[in-house]
């Protein structure tokens, strides 16, 4: 079957589009961000003649600060994603519809985690606005990906966003923000399973080419928070924590996404198509094996890390 391009992706999934926003709008909960920030704990910074910031007003640690920092930044970029998406999904239809929608609800959990971390003191403000600047003067570039690239991308993306927000929560150990981060996830969870839907219909519509969108972007996924400064060495920190790494990406988030679109079993692909799943499966299998070393060379570091504190 030849390839469909964008026009023809666009009309024949616009039924498919329409439905899933109607259920994803019968589904997703009104909430408020402001009934998630303890504002009795704000105060004046120092050009209004209160205090500045300093370390030991955080009650947060280190890691946890980092996580949150890392989440912030990752939404507030929302601009450049909305470019982005506008730039293939279009304006029309039900799909121009979805992504206002979705632009509308990803917009306030950044400024409603902003607002908890300010308000808390949880971070530096001053190098939180440092950041916010670089990363959204970097802007966020998809490199023109294809209709199919872009929702098999974000299909991804909101399910590792989910998961590190859930997991960043947790880590805090700080009721407030885990209250927060888990409603931020229920959103991600259901813009997830919009983004799914997509494509398990492209898969029924035109397997072999949603087929090698699928391989393309598991091969070269990226955080779209991998423009923040410093990303690399935050990443690692975070993945040191647990709070997001190689193997949860691999079982948490890859794995489950492809068992849901049936790529193992699908049937009627091509010759392009059956290459793409045979590259599929060798990269999900490197992806296990550099977990699974990943997850030894962590629990061989916290052991000499203990054996030196109980000597």
């Avoid at 030849?2 to 926003?21: G, I, K, R």
């Avoid at 007003?57 to 506008?86: C, F, G, K, M, W």
């Avoid at 990226?222 to 709070?243: D, E, L, N, T």
């Avoid at 009627?268 to 999900?284: I, K, N, Q, S």
Wanted: with cysteine.
């Amino acid at each position: 079957m030849a390839a469909l391009d964008t026009a023809q992706l666009l009309a024949e999934l616009e039924p498919t589009v329409e439905d899933n926003l109607n259920r994803h709008l019968a589904l997703a909960d009104e909430w408020m961000p402001h009934e998630y920030v303890p504002w009795s704990l704000g105060r004046d910074f120092a050009d209004l003649g209160g205090e500045p910031w300093e370390l030991a007003q955080s009650q947060l640690s280190p890691i946890a600060r980092t996580a949150l920092e890392v989440n912030l930044l990752t939404e507030d970029n929302l601009p450049s994603y909305h470019r982005e998406i506008d730039r293939a999904f279009g304006r029309d239809s039900a799909w121009g519809t979805w992504v206002n929608r979705w632009t509308a609800e990803e917009g306030r959990h950044a400024f409603c985690i902003r607002d908890y971390l300010l308000v808390t003191r949880g971070v530096d403000p001053v190098e939180l606005e440092r950041a916010r600047m670089e990363t959204m003067e970097s802007g966020y570039e998809a490199l023109d990906k294809s209709l199919l690239n872009v929702c098999a991308y974000v299909s991804f993306q909101e399910l590792a966003t989910r998961i590190s927000h859930r997991n960043t929560g947790r880590y805090t150990e700080e009721p407030i923000a885990d209250k927060l981060l888990s409603r931020v996830a229920k959103d991600e969870n259901l813009h997830m399973i919009f983004y799914r839907n997509i494509v398990t219909a492209a898969l029924q519509l035109t397997p072999s080419q949603t087929m090698r969108a699928i391989t393309e972007e598991v091969v070269d996924f990226q955080m779209p928070g991998s423009v923040i400064p410093g990303f690399s060495r935050k990443a690692v920190q975070m993945a040191k924590a647990g709070i997001y790494d190689l193997r949860i990406h691999h079982d948490d988030i890859v794995t489950p996404l492809l068992r849901q679109w049936g790529v193992w079993e699908l049937e009627g692909l091509d010759e392009e198509g059956e290459r793409a799943r045979e590259e599929l499966a060798a990269a999900v299998s490197a992806l296990d094996g550099e977990a699974t070393r990943f997850v030894e060379r962590r629990a061989e570091a916290e052991a000499k890390k203990a054996a030196r504190q109980s000597s």
